[in-house]
């Protein structure tokens, strides 16, 4: 089988790809593992999406279906219940794909986008101590247990995270008819949006307990007591803050990483911070031809930016394929101050400037005010002031390229400024 | 004295009211609009599930059209048990007409087809 | 009426099944727990020992060289995986390098045939990220790495293959000798009866002994040992065995690569009280991660899955326990298998059924058959025998566990096996679903509702692991 373009996972990232690299001389196949298109909207069944998009605020599964509509018109070739296996790269990609109906197979490809989301990280990669016990999970997974095939995990809960997915299943698991004994957030802030702490937790008077962690599970079988600890400056548990809970679940909300062990062959430039590729500002990686956009690139708290992230890599990948777009030498790394976390894309080239380009970053602490400052060659080619910024909430600047000077590397520095 | 943070932008003042409903703390005026709806007739968007027949989409979610009396989650959740969807449901339908009088229906949130093999 | 009861269905107890089997013989395998191999035989290193580090002349040594050996057979009889790593014990100064010629000698007295030393440049050579304060190792060529419970696996499903019978959640509450047999009671209700008994029940050992003897000859003392997994894509960052020089808390903390291509850190060595708490500890954990850098340098840490304990059965006697009680005949205690218990299982084995087969007389069993079929493991075979596989059987193009490559065949033929098991820990120990980066975030559900389909029952009664562990705890939307 040979196609122009394979997009690998059919979810949020997936779709707006597609959409906007469909055109007439391409031959597009999107291939999705679950049985139907979506992704992990599919399980996000509460409300705040699409503000940014639609103007409108949607649900999960609202949001997916904007995008399936507009993709199933397009008559996009799509395989469900299907898995990439691997990838190799000579002149083209080659990838083996394996489903139950279609069996095993190769696909070749000029070009790969992949969109493919991420994993929860678990309970064994925090090295969260004590017994092993069933009742330990990733809120992911008990989300989807809930949300699809209708069923709790447990009726006393404890919620290690306050991230947003951690804060969203308290809420859930409440209203479900289990009983939430406490959100525990090892940081001193919450890292989920303030109105998901006033109407997840406080509605249903859900204790916080910020700098805490959990330091010890109890069970042999089955989950039956947790214990948390206040944590100092360096997360280190204080003695003596012992709060102890009985519980038969512990949700784990401590992080995602993007899933994108299947490319680990193609020996792609990575970046640490993000755990993904580095790219240029068309989304493509250091392997000619393959693109990453979505969670599978860095982790997004707002789908509404995987979609536009999305739309232009697969601008992108038109580009490449219809003009043969191939990435210069003449790449930069944009350079960046401490009060940075991390900055997507990550490169520019130098020698394809033809759109603005859009910056997406973290930023490493909470700010209340802020200045962002681009420099080039000594020179500060654009502003931007920026008030409440904090680590959680992914930034964006759009750097206009007729405001470049030269084509020499450039920075991309945050101050705090008082208010 | 309550205190409330406000969730009408990401600023999140932290506010205080008193029982004469006199709102301080809050930096525009929509805070203050917010500080007095929290603390009298409060109203959430309730988006939760309902039991279907279909065997690949057991669960269908849904949610209300339209933000309903905080103190009738519980209420509304309760009328969901042991309601079962056994006919197809296009996202948008209207599940529950004017849930419990408050005049807001329930709607689907995604579409369900009960038997995928007609 | 059985002639034999084997109680504990460990590495141990499961070889001594097998080589039983070679016999004409009535025999039943007694395991409390809801699967085989639950214990030590699921915690440990999975080394195969060369036998270097036993002391002299004692059982553990004799019986760990002879097992390191007969492993070779068992891997061909029994289509189970071994890894040829090979093993350092390494020093770091003069002192140590005395140590070292010591342990030299020993593994010599032992029966240890392949040794030699390497000096810190070829050492350095083999192993780039050997620590480099290493000035000496001594090579252990012998040295392999196993998948435990797949041989207590193996070993089991061939017993059964040879008439042995096998009994799960049946946990002996007492035993009674009367003039020529045994009652044995199971659960506190059901009662059989055998000629004899052999007790394989590993830390609970003096516990069982109990119900029978009035003096055990020993006492278990649990030693607690934590390790870290990393992911198979630390796969090559070490590639043998690598030991600290022994002292007498034991082997210390070692690095060692796994079948899978996973690499195990660990273990430490804390006596303990309790024999089933096995918490892993913050201490516990950061003593591995210090002891680790007189090892090795560029140790990933970054890839740590998962964390775990297991329980050794150290005992008073300090060597293996494996004689008839002394106040009852026919009774057999086959204890304190701590380390090198999983590399002399087989030679234990031997070692006893061959005295059983004296004191009995018994009989060969000629229909004894010792091979176990290899199992398939999909995505091991090239493209063309994967393709034939599938016009077969469809299943196999249904990819599950994404992260090991683990295909719906391989999940339903651990359901169904000779040993097949219906809970989620049971097929990620039979088929490896769950192992890898995600440890089941991704897979869990759809082994869960496979097990269900498999076995007929609603996706709510499947258990984690033990027979009230539901994953699945309460359905949602339906009337109180």
């Known amino acids: ?419 | 004295m309550k205190k409330l943070i406000c969730i009408a932008c990401p600023v999140g003042c932290h506010l205080l009211v008193d029982d004469q409903l006199h709102v301080e703390g809050n930096k525009c005026i929509r805070g203050e609009k917010y500080a007095i709806e929290e603390l009298t007739h409060p109203t959430r968007i309730l988006t939760t599930t309902i039991k279907t027949t279909s065997v690949t989409t057991p669960r269908l979610s849904v949610k209300t059209k339209d933000p309903i009396p905080k103190e009738l989650i519980f209420d509304v959740l309760h009328l969901l048990e042991g309601l079962i969807i056994d006919k197809d449901v296009k996202i948008g339908d209207v599940v529950i007409h004017d849930i419990l009088n408050t005049g807001i229906d329930l709607v689907a949130t995604k579409s369900v087809t009960i038997n995928p093999f007609h | 009426m059985y002639d034999y009861v084997i109680i504990g269905a460990g590495i141990v107890g499961t070889n001594i099944a097998r080589e039983l089997s070679r016999y004409k013989a009535n025999i039943l395998v007694l395991e409390k727990e809801n699967d085989a191999a639950n214990h030590q035989t699921v915690a440990n290193s999975a080394i195969i020992h060369s036998g270097h580090d036993p002391k002299e002349n004692t059982l553990k040594a004799k019986l760990c060289v002879e097992g390191n050996i007969l492993y070779e057979t068992m891997e061909k009889e029994l289509n189970i995986p071994i890894l040829r790593t090979g093993a350092f014990v390494v020093a770091h100064d003069r002192n140590e390098e005395d140590m070292l010629d010591q342990l030299y000698q020993r593994a010599l007295n032992n029966g240890v045939k392949e040794i030699l030393f390497h000096d810190q440049s070829q050492a350095q050579q083999i192993e780039p990220n050997l620590a480099d304060d290493i000035t000496k190792v001594l090579s252990l060529p012998s040295t392999k790495v196993t998948y435990p419970w797949e041989v207590a696996f193996a070993c089991l499903e061939n017993a059964i293959h040879n008439g042995v019978t096998f009994k799960k959640n049946s946990r002996v509450t007492n035993i009674v000798k009367t003039e020529d047999f045994f009652n044995v009671e199971i659960n506190d209700a059901e009662i059989i009866q055998t000629k004899s008994i052999i007790s394989a029940a590993g830390i609970f050992s003096d516990q069982v002994a109990y119900l029978l003897e009035e003096n055990v000859p020993y006492q278990i003392f649990p030693r607690k040992g934590e390790y870290f997994v990393l992911d198979r894509k630390a796969k090559g960052f070490i590639n043998h065995v690598i030991y600290p020089l022994p002292t007498k808390k034991g082997k210390g903390v070692l690095i060692i690569p796994q079948v899978h291509g996973n690499i195990l850190l660990g273990p430490t060595s804390q006596l303990q009280d309790e024999k089933d708490l096995l918490s892993n500890t913050r201490d516990g954990l950061n003593q591995i991660k210090n002891d680790l850098h007189t090892l090795a340098k560029n140790i990933p840490f970054n890839l740590i899955i998962r964390t775990f304990a297991g329980i050794r059965a150290s005992s008073s006697y300090e060597d293996f326990y494996i004689q008839e009680s002394k106040e009852f005949s026919n009774f057999f205690h086959v204890a304190g298998i701590d380390s090198p218990g999983l590399t002399a299982a087989p030679a234990i084995a031997k070692y006893l059924v061959n005295q059983l087969v004296d004191k009995h007389h018994l009989k060969e069993n000629i229909n004894f058959d010792p091979i176990r079929p290899k199992k398939t493991v999909f995505y091991k075979l090239n493209f063309e025998e994967q393709l034939a596989l599938i016009k077969k059987d469809p299943r196999y193009g249904n990819l599950v566990c994404k992260c090991e490559k683990i295909t719906e065949t391989e999940i339903v033929e651990a359901i169904h096996g000779p040993l097949g098991n219906d809970t989620i820990k049971g097929i990620k120990k039979r088929a490896r679903a769950g192992s890898g980066l995600c440890q089941g975030g991704y897979c869990e559900q759809t082994v869960l509702k496979i097990i269900a389909r498999e076995t007929n029952q609603p996706i709510n009664k499947i258990n984690y692991y033990g027979l009230n562990t539901p994953i699945l705890v309460q359905e949602t939307k339906v009337k109180p």
Request: with cysteine; proline share 3%; glycine share 6%.
């Open chain 1, 1 to 419: 089988m040979k196609k122009d373009l394979v997009i690998i996972g059919g979810g949020a990232a997936g779709l707006a790809a597609a959409l906007s690299a469909n055109h007439p001389n391409i031959h597009i196949l999107v291939i999705e593992r679950e049985k139907s298109l979506g992704g992990i909207l599919n399980q996000c069944i509460h409300n705040g999406f699409g503000l940014h998009v639609f103007k409108e605020e949607l649900t999960g599964p609202e949001y997916a279906d904007r995008y399936l509509e507009a993709f199933l018109k397009l008559n996009i070739e799509f395989l469900l219940d299907t898995t990439v296996v691997d990838v190799k790269k000579t002149d083209d990609f080659e990838l083996t794909v394996t489903s139950y109906e279609t069996g095993l197979f190769k696909i070749n490809s000029k070009a790969v986008i992949l969109s493919s989301g991420c994993y929860e990280r678990t309970r064994g990669s925090i090295a969260i101590p004590g017994e092993r016990p069933k009742g330990i999970m990733p809120a992911g997974s008990a989300q989807r247990y809930l949300n699809i095939d209708g069923y709790l995990v447990g009726k006393r809960i404890f919620i290690l995270g306050s991230g947003d997915i951690g804060l969203i299943m308290a809420r859930r698991m409440t209203l479900e008819g289990a009983k939430v004994l406490g959100v525990a957030e090892i940081m001193p802030y919450s890292n989920g949006l303030t109105r998901n702490i006033v109407q997840c937790l406080n509605d249903y008077d859900i204790p916080l307990y910020l700098s805490h962690t959990v330091t010890n599970v109890i069970g042999k079988e089955r989950l039956e007591q947790i214990t948390i600890q206040e944590v100092d400056s360096n997360f280190n548990p204080i003695e003596h803050t012992e709060k102890i809970f009985d519980v038969d679940t512990l949700l784990l909300s401590v992080g995602l990483v993007p899933d994108i062990s299947l490319f680990d062959s193609l020996d792609f430039k990575r970046d640490p911070i993000t755990k993904s590729a580095v790219v240029n500002q068309f989304y493509e990686t250091s392997v000619s031809g393959l693109f990453i956009c979505g969670n599978a690139l860095h982790v997004h708290d707002l789908v509404d930016y995987v979609s536009i992230e999305s739309e232009k890599a697969g601008k992108s990948a038109q580009n490449y394929i219809l003009n043969d777009r191939k990435q210069s030498n003449h790449l930069h790394t944009i350079k960046f101050n401490e009060n940075i976390r991390y900055i997507v894309p990550q490169l520019i080239d130098f020698e394809h400037l033809e759109a603005n380009i859009d910056l997406s970053f973290r930023v490493s602490k909470k700010m209340e005010a802020a200045v962002f400052k681009i420099i080039q060659n000594g020179t500060e080619i654009m502003t931007k002031r920026a008030k409440n910024l904090a680590p959680a909430e992914m930034e964006k600047m759009s750097l206009k390229i007729d405001k470049l000077i030269d084509d020499s590397p450039i920075t991309l520095l945050l101050e705090e400024v008082s208010l």
